[in-house]
Structure formats: C-alpha cells, structure tokens
C-alpha cells in the first residue's frame, strides 16, 4: 500500500481520458513512475499491422503522469496544461490489453510551469520518448 494519492484524486481527467491507471513511484519535483494498460474504452486504429493505441494517447499518458508529478509537488500553483512537445519519437505500436510503464524525468519545475522527458515502455521494450512543457493555469474545479 502507498501514501500516493490516486490519479483520478489528483488529476481533473475522467474515463475515457484517464490514461494514468496508477502511480508507482514518486519523487515530487524530479521524477515520476506509473502504469496505463488501454482498456476497450480506449479508441484503437488498424493500419493494416493489427489493431493498435494511437500514439498520440502514449504521449497523453506521459503528460498525465507528469501533470501528476507537477500538482503533487505545487498543489498551490493550479492545473498544468501540456504546452510543449518535442523531440516524440514512437518506436513500436501499443497492442490493446498491453500494460504501459510510463516514466517522467523532470528537468525543471516552479510555480509557473516546467518541462520533462518522459518514455514509455511495454514489457520492457521502449514504444515512445518525448520532451514536455506546460504552464500552470487557475484550477476551475
């Protein structure tokens, strides 16, 4: 059992754009560890090599998982929005059912935003890498 909070306590996200199922390590401010296996509720395309995630939701799970990071370590500070991505690379598809090992490397984080690294890996093999930015904004909740 864990002191961490659950994603959905934490993010303003909801099914069917939750894609943080849990948080498995936490250092607020330098890096970020969870999990995400896409479930039928999750939109899966064929482009004629089987049914797959879209990678644009692997990045989305890294993006939660960061924005996790950044409210646990300045709850104060309101909603971090993604404003910047760079440097995405997608190395091999997500399969539906498959458990996605997310990890976010923060590089820099204050009160009016940070930016990150993160990756995704499935059965230890790396499926996406990518460079993130956000800003905080007020929390309308």
């Known amino acids: 059992m ?9 993010l303003p996200h909801r099914p069917p754009f939750l894609f943080l199922d849990e948080v498995t390590a936490l250092v607020p401010g330098e890096r970020a560890a969870g999990r995400w296996t896409p479930g039928s509720d999750v939109p899966i395309v064929d482009v004629g090599r089987g049914p797959q995630v879209p990678a644009p939701l692997v990045v989305e799970a890294i993006a939660q ?19 910047r991505l760079d440097e995405a690379t997608f190395d091999r598809p997500v399969r539906p059912g498959a458990t996605v090992d997310l990890v976010v490397d923060v590089d820099r984080l204050h009160r009016r935003g940070g930016r ?10 790396l499926v996406a890498t990518t460079r ?10």
Do not use: C, H, I, K
């Open 65 to 83: 998982l960061g924005a996790y990071g950044a409210m646990v370590a300045f709850p104060e500070s309101g909603l971090p929005l993604f404003a």
């Open 2 to 10: 864990t002191d961490r909070p659950a994603p959905a306590d934490v």
């Open 116 to 125: 990150g690294s993160g990756r995704a890996t499935v059965d230890g093999s």
């Open 132 to 141: 993130l930015g956000f800003v905080f904004v007020p929390d309308p909740r």
